[in-house]
């Protein structure tokens, strides 16, 4: 079993709607969970962190994380062209090492 | 106030050269991560070092890879004998000898290696 999983998509939405992106993990310990962006030929950049159960809001995204279905996710509202990229979910474990998922293709349509 | 660098951008080897990757962690960092990206997968942990210490390296193939970080100078990932399927993007990430565990990596604009 991978540490970290996402659906690799891709995932299509028109522009303005709401894109939402799942990822699931295997290790109970973990206690920090990230998600990075990717456009093509580009290096990963953090967009998002989460440490709660809960929402966490930064402008247009929102991360949750349920820790008792073992599952982060990322919504992103108001979807535009320039959010079209690669998504990637890590998650942080008690040894401190990061696991990534292999990423959902997200494009949003004009 | 520079971020991760690493170089060269592009690399092109033929097969059975030898590669040599280089990281220059953020100022005030002390931990270099290693990450490879093959194409259309996500990126797998390759190595962990502190300065003059491999700390973790349970994602480095045993062979024909290491990777070192001298007290001065960037960490190196060398490959020997390179072969087609290293093709890849190899990302460097660094962090600060205290990092918390709330810390997301900051990764350098990575090395694409192509073998040919």
């Known amino acids: 079993q991978k540490e970290v999983e996402q659906n690799s998509g891709p995932l299509s939405v028109p522009e303005g709607a709401i894109a939402s992106l799942n990822c699931t993990y295997s290790?109970?310990?973990?206690?920090?969970f990230f998600w990075y962006r990717q456009y093509s030929g580009k290096s990963p950049e953090l967009i998002m962190s989460?440490?709660?159960?809960g929402d966490k809001e930064d402008g247009r995204f929102t991360a949750q994380l349920n820790k008792a279905s073992q599952y982060v996710s990322l919504l992103i509202r108001d979807s535009q062209p320039s959010d079209s990229a690669t998504y990637l979910c890590?998650?942080?474990?008690?040894?401190?090492?990061?696991?990534f998922g292999t990423g959902t293709s997200l494009t949003v349509i004009p | 106030n520079a971020g991760v660098m690493q170089n060269p951008r592009h690399l092109v080897r033929r097969r059975g050269q030898e590669a040599r990757l280089r990281c220059s962690p953020m100022?005030?960092?002390?931990?270099v991560y290693w990450y490879r990206q093959l194409p259309e997968e996500g990126l797998k942990f390759m190595v962990y070092?502190?300065?003059?210490?491999?700390?973790?390296e349970s994602g480095m193939p045993k062979e024909r890879f290491s990777a070192e970080f001298p007290k001065e100078g960037p960490s190196i990932l060398r490959i020997q004998q390179v072969v087609r399927g290293d093709s890849a993007a190899y990302f460097c990430?660094?962090?600060?000898?205290?990092?918390?565990?709330?810390?997301?990596?900051?990764f350098g604009s990575g090395t694409r290696l192509t073998v040919v």
């Open positions: 990430a660094s962090s600060p000898s205290l990092a918390l565990w709330t810390d997301g990596y900051t």
């Open positions: 290790d109970r310990g973990s206690q920090s």
């Open positions: 989460i440490y709660s159960n």
């Open positions: 890590a998650v942080k474990n008690t040894g401190n090492q990061f696991y």
């Open positions: 100022k005030g960092h002390s931990h």
């Open positions: 070092l502190q300065k003059e210490n491999i700390i973790d």
